[in-house]
């Protein structure tokens, strides 16, 4: 009697030890889903409220500025400088756009241009502002003040470099936000592949950001791929069908540091027999552009953008600008970011196919310019 007593003792602080770590494990699980599920439904909701500067200096009158874009065919380069060139005209500006063609040497004779120009003022539309380091130190010679947007991790003044403001969201909050939707939609348990550029500081910060925290969460990276974002159209067709055919179906989600990326995997994934809604299931951390708009809209091979507000933005680098020239603080704006789903595609801006708030920027720049 002893003896089977002892042994159903046993036996049940045995199985008590082996289902104590799942146990342990599934809460754990899904305290991690929940924590997920709240930084995604955090910033996936409607931003209405302007918290941006209240107040500014008015408008310096009368000057032309230059745009570098580093490569027109980016969306999130485009947006901005569309942004700027509305800015422009709301401020009385005259603004010159030169397109870098998504090369180095592009971009540097471009800067060579705007230096012709002998302008107001520059900004450094999306690409890393120390590969244009001798350039930069002519204009700093010359007075020029330049702002930038994503021309490296630091965001706002960077004396360093030269610049007076780079405006972003904030980088690292954008690659979370990213991951943490990965893991939730895959219940958990996701099988990651990251493509970035080490081109660009910012792009191997967020990549770098986006591996942490999956493999945090408990999620697997499968893949960090670093290939050129000007080369996507050559590279990603056939880079795509690589990994369908090396990881199959462990690869259910893919994470890249922009859209463009996404641009060129579809035919490679239908080819493969993949519907637009099947994994990999894409989700890019920033910057919302129009043709991943279109994307989720349609459900074909991208659920999610990050989305950056991007004409907001290059109003805020026309107001950073102005301050520049008005001898002023940068403004300390960090704009809001926001995770775009075919769920709430349609508001924020949906209809113009990019993350517009709907919180009256336009006026309240306009107001501290002296334009209303």
Known sequence: MQRRNFLKSSVAMLSAAIVAPAMFADQARADAMADAMAIVEKYAQKVTAWDGPSSGPRAQEGKT?????????????LGVTTGVEEAAEAIGWEVKVIDGAGSIGGRTAAFGQAMALQPSGIIIN????????PAIEQAKAAGIPMVAWHAGPTIGPDDKIGLFANVST?????SAAA???????AKGKPGVVIFTDSTYAI?????????????KLGGTVLEYVDTPIAETSQRMPQLTTSLLQKYGDSWTHSLAINDLYFDFMGPSLAAAGKTGTDAPIN?????????AYQRIRAGQFQKVTVAEPLNLQGWQLVDELNRAIAGAKWSGYLSPLHVVTAVNVEFDGGPKNSFDPDNGYRDEYKKMWGKM
Do not use: C, H, P, T
Request: aromatic share 6%.
């Open 65 to 77: 500025i230059v745009v570098l874009a580093g490569d027109l065919k980016n969306g999130g380069i």
């Open 126 to 133: 999306g690409f890393d502002a120390v590969e244009q380091a």
């Open 170 to 174: 904030d980088a690292m909050q954008v």
């Open 179 to 185: 991951a943490n939707w990965a893991y939730a939609d």
């Open 203 to 215: 792009a191997i910060a967020k990549a770098d950001r986006m591996k942490e925290e999956i493999e």
């Open 283 to 291: 989700v890019a951390a920033g910057d919302g552009s129009e043709s």
